[in-house]
């Protein structure tokens, strides 16, 4: 099972909806990133897990809010979100200390 | 900082052409070299990788070589097809931190029937 899992695939919300988004792999894999992808640019990391801690936060807004529960899942929280986070938000998965990431489909956000 | 620039799209090909898309990268340290290929409507798919200089990743028809002496990683396929079309990201990762892998721009392909 080489698959990396995103719910949903789309989600609109309000901006003052709160919504998760949701992610899941089995590959065993300790690291598990959080990525934001705007159209026509490169995905920008948003926060990376290791061995279920936190890692990385690059410097992103509280209204997003990342989770993991175990090592197979990975949440992102969202609450009081702007139209401009509006974009595709993609989970990957590694193991340690590569660069060799496996990534969802992703799940396309818009904020209304 | 570490850092890779990537060619500039959009390219446009006949299919059968001859792809090139040019790579290089900062040259601090010693970093393991990938390809990324993101197809419409897709997430990211790891094309290829090399991770010591003059390693040759390929697949899928796709090859790069890893050049130390011109910070290089080119992609290169010797006959594109119309199911190639999508964005290549050109990726060093520096090590160390699971956050040291750097995405280029990415350069859009698409190649014509």
């Known amino acids: 099972d080489t698959e990396v899992t995103q719910t949903p695939k789309h989600l609109v919300m309000g901006m003052t909806n709160k919504k998760s988004l949701k992610c899941e792999q089995h590959?065993?894999?300790?690291?598990m990133y959080w990525y934001k992808q705007k159209a026509k640019k490169p995905p920008e990391l948003m926060f990376v897990?290791?061995?279920?801690?936190?890692?990385i936060n690059e410097s992103v807004p509280s209204r997003f809010s990342p989770e993991c529960p175990n090592s197979s899942l990975l949440n992102l929280h969202l609450h009081a979100l702007q139209p401009e986070d509006s974009a595709l938000y993609l989970c990957?998965?590694?193991?340690?200390?590569?660069?060799?990431?496996?990534f969802g489909e992703g799940s396309r956000l818009t904020v209304l | 900082g570490d850092s890779v620039t990537q060619m500039e799209g959009p390219v446009t090909l006949s299919e059968e052409a001859f792809l090139t898309i040019n790579c290089t990268y900062t040259?601090?340290?010693?970093?393991?070299l990938f390809w990324y290929v993101q197809y419409p409507g897709e997430g990211l798919q790891l094309l290829l990788k090399?991770?010591?200089?003059?390693d040759k990743g390929s697949n899928k028809g796709f090859e790069a070589t890893y050049r130390k002496e011109t910070t290089s990683f080119h992609l290169e396929k010797g006959s594109v097809q119309v199911s190639d079309s999508a964005v290549y990201f050109c990726?060093?990762?520096?090590?160390?931190?699971?956050?040291?892998?750097?995405f280029g721009k990415g350069t859009k392909l698409s190649v014509k029937p």
């Open positions: 990726a060093p990762h520096y090590g160390g931190s699971q956050g040291n892998l750097i």
């Open positions: 090399a991770t010591k200089a003059d």
């Open positions: 897990y290791s061995y279920e801690k936190l890692s």
């Open positions: 590959m065993g894999h300790r690291a």
């Open positions: 040259a601090t340290g010693y970093p393991s």
């Open positions: 990957a998965s590694s193991p340690l200390e590569t660069g060799e990431l496996f």
